[in-house]
């Protein structure tokens, strides 16, 4: 298979723990997506990233949630001291574009859903 | 006012029905339009990418863009009880930025 995958695909976890999602993208794209999904809205930015540099991080991304993208491949997302609104749908998304491309399609993996209790 | 309105529905339809879903948008610098289709619990699908104006066909689906209007279209002909799903619409202003989604509109198609 060689879509985007995230892992885990669910997380259940008590408030005040932390925890981290992996999002491994299509393999030759070169930016790479986080949104958040609660139920009944559509998927919110948090953050993306060119190759291994953070672009921009959303005003919804507070300091408690931070990720990464080390080598430019794969990226995880961590957030500590959860809280109950916390809970919703983590979607991981990539795409490849150059400045002359005309085709920047973002592709959806299947999403990690974080329960806080 | 949010940048991009959606109707939740939900909208049910019997199978063989032509179904038409909407957005509009405030953000006039929007280029770039998705539609995609999510299934209960899953990730989205794309399933249309439109540039700017003008209407795009695949199969059963046609994507239609109005930028005067600030509205966009998605038409399903023959619809099936397999396209019961979320439709959300989505768009940028460069393309390879973040998108901004609508809130998705709930299909049911019934046999």
């Known amino acids: 298979d060689t879509g985007v995958s995230q892992d885990p695909r669910h997380k259940i976890t008590k408030r005040g723990q932390n925890v981290t999602f992996r999002c491994d993208p299509i393999s030759e794209h070169n930016r790479l997506y986080w949104y958040r999904q609660t139920l009944g809205q559509g998927p919110e930015f948090l953050t993306y990233f060119q190759n291994e540099a953070q672009l921009e991080k959303s005003r919804l991304l507070s300091d408690r949630f931070s990720a990464e993208r080390p080598k430019g491949s794969f990226s995880t997302l961590e957030i500590q001291r959860t809280e109950q609104g916390d809970s919703a749908m983590y979607l991981c998304a990539s795409s490849f574009g150059t400045f002359r491309a005309r085709h920047y399609e973002q592709y959806f993996g299947p999403g990690t859903r974080l329960t806080v209790t | ?111």
């Open chain 2, 1 to 111: 006012q949010k940048e991009v309105e959606q109707d939740p529905g939900p909208l049910s339809v019997p199978e063989g029905a032509i179904v038409s879903l909407n957005c509009t948008y405030s953000n006039s610098a929007f280029q770039y339009f998705m539609w995609y289709r999510q299934y209960s619990r899953k990730g989205p699908e794309l399933l249309m990418y439109t540039y700017s104006s003008g209407n795009k066909e695949d199969g059963r689906f046609t994507a239609q863009v109005d930028k005067s209007s600030k509205y966009i279209s998605l038409f399903i002909r023959d619809s099936q009880p397999s396209d019961s799903a979320t439709y959300l619409c989505a768009m940028s202003e460069y393309g390879n930025t973040p998108l901004v989604f609508g809130k998705g509109t709930r299909l049911s198609v019934i046999a």
